[in-house]
């Protein structure tokens, strides 16, 4: 399972504790295209932690084949962008990028030979929510810093 950097917890994320997988201001890398997907993600994934919390089994395969498909989209938007200002974290985000992607369909198919398992709700939050909090928060707003910096000296 994803063991993603715990840095942002308590860290100005406070304002989201308590609640579930929630965009806030604190996450906006700045650059329109990508916050309006992770928006989307963000949004994705509160419905995903919701069905999960209710052991709503019929809701969770759907809702983690979309999360897999958009996913895919999503990094790959961000690896254009990364790839076309010659950004120079782009190894190490790209291999955050990977290592989740394969998590995810880890996740999707062991669902799929044996149902979802007790602890579902858990997985999902820390595996999930928590990867894509922590990955917004530290991995993608220092990308987002990078292209503006490139954009102001422009
Ligand atoms: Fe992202
Ligand atoms: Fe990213």
Redesign the pocket.
Known sequence: MVAGPALARGKGLQAQEGSLALWTEALSVGVPEIDAQHRELFSRVERLLEASLRDDRSRVAPLLEFLRDYVAV??EA?ERLMLEQRYPGYRL?KA??DRFARDLRAMEAELAATGPTGDLAGRVDRGIAEWLRD??YL??TA?GRFVRSLEEAR
């Open positions: 999503h990094f961000e985000h955050e990028h990955h917004v991995t993608d990308l």
